[in-house]
Nanobody, 131 residues
């Protein structure tokens, strides 16, 4: 069974950068469509950035993060990353690494709330963007 463990969250100032890591075990991460969701207080959970398997590669970024965030994967380390640059207070949320074996595309994973049937979730990591 796939297990996901996140790291890299914390407090940053507006305009700062962070990199989130999601380390997988129990299965090969490239057997899954993977990505990052987030949930801010009082808001619905939303897809941030997702990527498909390497054999039919595609990516998705929600409009508010496009050009600032980059999703990547290191298959040798079985790890997915989210590089976040030029952070704003609107990025403050709990970020979750997720994976699914039946969804076929990045957009299919990131654009399908409420995400209740996904195969695996990380524990969540809090990003706070504030002075």
């Amino acid at each position: 069974q796939l297990q996901l463990v996140e790291s890299g969250g914390g407090l940053v100032q507006p305009g700062g950068s962070l990199r989130l890591s999601c380390s997988a075990s129990g299965d090969t991460l490239d057997n899954f469509v993977v990505g990052w969701l987030r949930q801010a207080p009082g808001k619905e959970r939303e897809g941030v950035s997702c990527m498909s398997r390497s054999d039919n590669f595609n990516t998705y970024y929600r409009r508010s993060v496009k050009g600032r965030f980059t999703i990547s994967r290191d298959n040798a380390k079985n790890t997915v990353y989210l590089q976040m640059n030029n952070l704003t207070p609107e990025d403050t949320a709990v970020y979750y690494c997720v994976a699914d074996s039946t969804i076929l595309t990045a957009a299919g994973l990131c654009s399908a709330p409420p995400f209740g049937t996904l195969d695996a979730w990380g524990q969540g990591t809090l990003i706070t963007v504030s002075e």
